[in-house]
């Protein structure tokens, strides 16, 4: 992952901000570059491939100077260039800033300050915060960062110098690591202890929403108030144009599961980096088994995550909500990773298991989607889901983050333990197609709305999958019911026969995810079972399948993908069913009664 150095005081910078990266480099890298300043004098120099490279291009340029700052560059948004290398700079060439983290918002800000008048270099989201520091600089560069801090959503651990206003670092964080080293004189600033130790002994954590003003002679730190979730609609306009919030997160699923995985897959090694993790790999090394803990449907997520885990990880796994789970008296040992998986990282029950997993000292981790919140603060080390603001209350897009984010944590702890490379591979690959594939399941949108005319009139539905998709019918049906207010019930396939199988009947459709995997024969036998006794069953199935058109009263088609993934496409066929259905119904979508979007009671 990336890493920032930064140096201000009476030495010369850059053989310690240089130092500085070497020390952080062992996380892995593409790129680097640095600034350094003597007086007015700025000069960056960046370089692509090892600091070698980077130190070869200084090298005779007797380059001296006694503020600096640099980076180290993982590639995310943009290929590994010059031009997409850190510092950036402002249109003026006044002020630079090196960055660790995400900007999420940051193609609407780019957009909005390309027209009013800046000029961007990069591929980069982390372009868009050095030219809004612009927008508000009038002389004081703290003031700046405060006021441009405003407009971002992300995370992030910067560094920011301005010529305009010399000698002077200004620093902030949210979510991603910055520390502050203290010796007579003189600050250092780095993501990483490593890149402190030997050059001072007192060191300053930067907290959340912190910002920092360092000189050579002083530090000030002040911390804006952290903000609050918003339970309001914002306007129609950013909508986008669509009639609900749903239907426009449901239209951004493809882009949840791209932002989710950008910049995390390692093809050619058949793995993943996660950033998030590093500081703990060696312990989840040792682990030996996984407690995943969520709600509604983050906690089918999380059952998805059970199936991938269990098989492709090898290491045990189970699920509970947190409601329940908070009650109970888990067995746990040192050996156990407790996973939480929530979409706002506020929900009260989610909370609660984690603080008591925490009482007990074991390893907490959290897959997160909003930055900051209290379970980004709370878990030990976490990653994000990186799926953007989600604003009608039922879960669409953050569910398909979440589903990236839990293949990719199994591909990490497989190749940490027996998952071969072929097998880490071919998971990484089709993991990485999945947005294109999800595409095309959007595209099945106007032949859903057909069928949902077609569906309208029935009060009660069941769902029923296996194995991977058996989590994907729990979610289907809670989505409907949700936001339709019809009855709809979730089930394993095989289970039907145990009772359920009694209310079928011509008025009581079943939807059957049945892809052709390794449990299809035996879901054709549940399908089988519902025609029997007279039941209407619309069929989820994988494009090529026609023979399950003699069995069933109307099927829908998913690509083929890994049996693993198969979620991630037959989860948007139902999510869009559920859309539908309640536009006939006329439900308040983004509102559906009783419901609010983060749950932070009991
Ligand atoms: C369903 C839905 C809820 C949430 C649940 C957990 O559409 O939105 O079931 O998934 O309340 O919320 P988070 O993920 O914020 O912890």
Redesign the pocket.
């Known amino acids: 992952m990336c890493r920032v150095s930064g140096y201000i005081g009476k030495k010369e910078a850059l053989p310690i901000v240089m130092d500085g990266l070497r020390r952080q480099s062992y996380g892995g890298y593409d790129s680097s570059g640095i600034l350094i300043g003597a007086g007015f004098n700025l000069v960056c120099v960046k370089a692509v491939g090892k600091l070698e490279n980077l130190e070869k291009k200084l090298e005779n340029r007797n380059l001296k100077g006694n503020w600096a700052i640099g980076h180290i560059r993982w590639a995310s948004h943009g290929g590994v260039t010059e031009a997409n290398t850190h510092p950036f700079w402002d249109c003026k060439k006044n002020i630079y800033l090196v960055h660790n983290g995400i900007i999420e918002n940051y193609q609407e800000l780019k957009d909005k300050l390309i027209k009013e008048g800046h000029q961007f270099i990069s591929e980069t989201d982390t372009e868009a915060t050095v030219h809004l520091i612009e927008k508000y600089f009038q002389g004081n560069l703290e003031e700046a960062v405060r006021k441009a801090l405003k407009e971002i959503r992300g995370t992030y651990g910067f560094i920011v110098i301005a010529r305009d206003d010399p000698q002077k670092i200004v620093a902030a964080r949210l979510s991603s690591p910055l520390l502050i080293g203290i010796n007579q004189d003189e600050y250092i600033v780095a993501s990483d202890p490593t890149a402190i130790a030997p050059y001072a002994r007192k060191i300053i954590n930067l907290d959340d929403y912190e910002i920092a003003t360092i000189t050579p002679n002083d530090l000030f730190i002040i911390k804006e108030k952290v903000p609050e979730i918003l339970e309001l609609i914002p306007e129609v306009a950013e909508k986008a144009g669509f009639p609900h919030f749903m239907l426009k997160e449901i239209m951004e699923e493809p882009e949840a599961i791209e932002n989710a995985i950008r910049g995390r897959l390692i093809p050619e090694e058949g793995s993943v980096k996660l950033g998030g993790l590093d500081s703990v790999s060696q312990k989840l090394r040792e682990v030996k088994r996984l407690i995943l803990v969520?709600?509604?449907?983050?906690?089918?997520a999380a059952r998805v995550g059970e199936y991938m885990l269990e098989e492709y990880a090898g290491l045990p796994a189970e699920v509970d909500i947190?409601s329940e789970f908070r009650y109970r008296k888990p067995v746990v040992d040192k050996e156990t990773c407790a996973v939480f998986?929530?979409?706002?990282?506020?929900?009260a029950d989610?909370l609660a298991a984690l603080r008591e997993m925490k009482e007990k000292g074991i390893l907490t981790l959290g897959i997160t989607?909003?930055v900051g919140s209290s379970?980004t603060r709370e878990t030990e080390v976490g990653v994000y889901t990186r799926s953007g603001p989600e604003i009608a209350?039922?879960?669409?897009k953050?569910?398909l983050g979440?589903l990236a984010t839990l293949a990719m944590f199994t591909v990490y702890l497989g190749r940490q333990r027996e998952m071969a490379l072929v097998m880490g591979k071919r998971i990484v690959s089709e993991l990485s197609k999945i947005p294109e594939l999800a595409r095309e399941v959007l595209k099945s949108a106007p032949e859903i709305k057909k069928l949902a005319k077609k569906y309208r009139d029935f009060k009660n539905f069941f769902f029923i999958g296996r194995k991977y998709n058996y989590p994907v019918a729990l979610?289907g049906a809670?989505?409907l019911k949700?936001?339709s207010y019809l009855h709809a019930e979730g089930y394993a396939g095989g289970e039907l026969k145990h009772g359920p199988l009694a209310l079928i009947d011509e008025n009581f459709p079943t939807i059957a995810i049945c892809p052709s995997d390794s449990v299809y024969e035996k879901m054709v036998s549940n399908i089988q079972e519902i025609k029997a006794r007279n039941g209407r069953v619309l069929a989820v199935a994988t494009e090529g399948n026609e023979e399950i058109k003699k069995l069933v009263d109307d099927v829908i088609y998913i690509p083929k993908t890994l049996e693993m993934l198969t979620p991630m496409l037959s989860v948007i066929l139902l999510h869009l069913f559920a859309y539908y259905m309640a536009v006939l119904l006329g439900t308040d979508i983004d509102r559906p009664k009783h419901?609010a979007?983060?749950?932070t009671v009991e």
């Open positions: 969520a709600c509604g449907t983050a906690h089918y947190g998986v929530s979409q706002s990282g506020e929900t989610t989607n909003v379970q209350v039922a879960s669409t953050a569910f979440q979610e809670l989505k949700e936001i419901l979007k983060s749950v």
